[in-house]
C-alpha cells in the first residue's frame, strides 16, 4: 500500500509539472544518439554534448561528442570520434574530461583533438564528473559506490563508501562535492531496492552527510547547483527536481524517462534527454 501511495502521489507531481516545463523551455535540439550529459564550454560559448551510441556499457568505439551553440544550434554533429560510451564531462586547464565506461578521455579544447586516455584502475561504470576551484576532476563510479580524483593525468580513489549508494551525478560546490545518489541495491535492469537522494561530501574530510529532507525520493542521475538550489534528474520518471536547504524536493518539470546530466549557464538548465536523442534548453525565470 505504501508503495502504491507514493507512485500515485509522484504520479499526481508529475503531472502538475508537466506545464511548468512547457512554460520554461526554450528550445530542442534533436538528433543525438542517446545524448547522456550537456556541458557548458563556456569560454567558447557553447555546450558539449556527450553521445552513448550504443549499450552504456559496451566498449563498441561508437561513442562521440557533439557541439552546440548557446541557441540550440548543432556546430558539429560529431566534433570528436574514437569514444566507447561517454558520459559525465569536466573542463579543467583548457581540457575536457568525459567518462568512458573504465576511462576518462582528455580532449584539447581548443582543437577538439582526442590527446589522451587515463585507465582507472578497478573502475566499473564511470558516470559523471564535475572539477573544482582548484582544477581537480572528480569522477564517480556508479556500481562501486566510489568517486575518484584525476590531478592532470594522475587518477586516485578519493572517497569509496556505501553511503554514496551507487553515486551519479556529481557538482563541485565550494568545499564540497554534491552528489545524486541512483539508490540502495541496483538491480540488473537498474530498478532499485531504496531510491537514492542528494549528498554532499566534504573535498577537505572526505565525510560523506546526506542532505536533510532529500532522502530516498527518486533514482537520481545528473546533478547542478545555481546559488543556494541544488536542481537534480530522476532518470527512470523524467522528472527535474529543486531543493533548497530545509526544504524538501519539488518538481519542476517532467519529460519522458531517461533525463540524464544537466549542464547550466547559471541562467538555464540543459536537459539531455537519452530516449528522445534530444537537449532541452529550461530557463530559471
Known amino acids: ?16 509539472a508537466v506545464s511548468v516545463a512547457q512554460a520554461g ?7 543525438f544518439e542517446q545524448p547522456e550529459s550537456a556541458l557548458v564550454d563556456a569560454d567558447h560559448n557553447r555546450i ?6 550504443g549499450n552504456p556499457g559496451d566498449a563498441d568505439g561508437n561513442g ?3 557541439l552546440l551553440s548557446m541557441d540550440g544550434k548543432v556546430v558539429a554533429r560529431h566534433w570528436v570520434d574514437g569514444m566507447d560510451a561517454p558520459k559525465g564531462m569536466a573542463i579543467s586547464g583548457g581540457k575536457l574530461y568525459a567518462a568512458d565506461i573504465t576511462k576518462v578521455r582528455v580532449v584539447d579544447l581548443a582543437s577538439g583533438k582526442l590527446v589522451a586516455t587515463i585507465e582507472v584502475p578497478g573502475a566499473v561504470f564511470l558516470n559523471d564528473m564535475t572539477q573544482d576551484s582548484a582544477g581537480k576532476v572528480y569522477v564517480s563510479d556508479m556500481l562501486a559506490d566510489t568517486i575518484y580524483r584525476i590531478d592532470g593525468d594522475k587518477p586516485e580513489l578519493f572517497v569509496k563508501d556505501a553511503l554514496l549508494a551507487s553515486p551519479n551525478g556529481v557538482f563541485a560546490d565550494g568545499g564540497r562535492l554534491i552528489v545524486a545518489s541512483w539508490g540502495k541495491g541496483i538491480k540488473p535492469d537498474f530498478s532499485t531496492a531504496e531510491p537514492g537522494g542528494l549528498l554532499s561530501v566534504d573535498l577537505a574530510t572526505k565525510k560523506v552527510t546526506p542532505l536533510p529532507g532529500a532522502q530516498e525520493f527518486a ?5 547542478i547547483a545555481i546559488r543556494d538550489t541544488i536542481y537534480a534528474t530522476a ?8 531543493y533548497k536547504p530545509g526544504g524538501a524536493p519539488t518538481a519542476l518539470a517532467q519529460f519522458k524517462p531517461g533525463s540524464a546530466d544537466i ?6 538548465i540543459f536537459v539531455p534527454l537519452m530516449g528522445e536523442g534530444e537537449i ?3 530557463s530559471l525565470d
Do not use: P
Open 1 to 16: 500500500m505504501k508503495h502504491l501511495v507514493a507512485s500515485t502521489l509522484f504520479a499526481a507531481i508529475a503531472a502538475a
Open 25 to 31: 523551455e526554450l528550445w530542442r535540439a534533436t538528433g
Open 48 to 53: 558539449v554534448v556527450s553521445n552513448i551510441a
Open 64 to 66: 562521440y561528442l557533439s
Open 219 to 223: 533514482d537520481l542521475d545528473g546533478v
Open 235 to 242: 532518470y527512470m520518471t523524467g522528472t527535474l527536481y529543486s
Open 263 to 268: 549542464g547550466t549557464d547559471g541562467k538555464r
Open 280 to 282: 532541452v534548453a529550461l
